[in-house]
């Protein structure tokens, strides 16, 4: 059975923009005048800052940005993560500050911690919580968060999706493209993909590629990283498996509310996972109905998902545990210009 067929036909309205605009759809053509006016918008928007019209805060440690100039998920969690563990193993003290979308915090700056409740914090910071134990807090203004990290130690900053918060000056900007869709139909929104314009890559200081790229980008050195399966893990105790055998019975239901779907229901296939996979909206809010299916199966889902269906998820429910990878000369970069700022 294909992958095609096993996928769920019921996809998100925005989920299908988003492949067209991936895939080069024809029926977005009408909307690349509007492309082009949100292109020269950002652009005027990051003239502003650079000649000092809009005015940027500057923190007292070092700020690495990590984002992406394309919607959709690309693997900006996965490095955030993997440089907080770099870090703390080099002699730092990391903070992550985000935006905390889908997040509806009691008051800001909002420190998260593994047990905030999702909904306050929003997914992705939670998770972030979860997987690295650092610092976490979520804000919409980066700059007062920044503030309350440093206030309470951190030595260095990690802004998770922040390359377009311009308001915040950074030292290091990392830029991460998904390999196998690379930037689309290399239009602007809404006719494509694009926060930015393509040119706004050869500005960061490195770009990070999830797998192999399958489309040339407007630079001429590119890193690439690798998401690797590590284990599985039981949602309901939290106990870990190997990746294989399976610790689960086939068929299984498969759920993704994540920006690519079927980046993560290809890493099933790959595993030698069968079933229904089931895409869902990025930053899908559960509902009780949501993970309750006819077929009685093992639901399998991803860590971003796990935050938000403990107290929702059936019994033999399980999470896919997975971890970036970098090659030995991005470390030895990344270590040279971290020496060079100090």
Known sequence: ????????????LAER???????????????????????????????????GEKSAWKASVPVIVVGNI???????????????????????????????????????PFFVTASTRVAESGDEPLMLAQQTGLPVVADPKRARGVQAL???????????????????????ELAVVDGARGLGNGCCLPAGPLRESPSRLKRVDAVIINGEPLQSL??????????????????????????????????????????NPERFFRTLAGLGVEGDFHPLADHQHYQHDALNFKEVRPVIMTAKDAVK??????????????????????????????????
């Open 1 to 12: 059975m294909t992958l095609a067929k096993k996928v769920s036909k019921k996809r998100p």
């Open 17 to 51: 923009w988003l492949q067209g605009a991936y895939q080069g759809s024809r029926w977005l053509w009408p909307l690349k005048p509007l492309g082009s006016l949100y292109q020269w918008a950002m652009a005027r928007r990051e003239l502003a800052y650079q000649r």
């Open 70 to 108: 394309t919607l959709g998920g690309t693997g900006k969690s996965p490095l955030v993560a993997w440089l907080s563990h770099w870090l703390v193993a080099q002699g730092w003290s990391p903070g992550i500050v985000t935006r905390g979308y889908g997040g509806a915090a009691p008051h800001y």
């Open 150 to 172: 440093v206030a309470m130690g951190c030595d260095i900053i990690l802004s998770d999706d922040g390359l377009q918060h311009l308001a915040l000056k950074r030292d290091i």
């Open 218 to 259: 407007p630079v001429d050195a590119v890193t690439c990283m690798q998401l690797a399966p590590r284990c599985w893990r039981r949602l309901d105790d939290g106990e870990r498996f190997p990746l294989a055998p399976l610790p689960f019975a086939l068929p299984v239901h498969a759920v993704a509310g994540i920006g």
């Open 309 to 342: 269906c403990n107290a929702l998820a059936p019994p033999n429910s399980w999470v896919l545990e997975v971890e970036a990878t970098l090659p030995p000369d991005f470390e030895h970069w990344l270590a040279a210009r971290l020496s060079a700022l100090s």
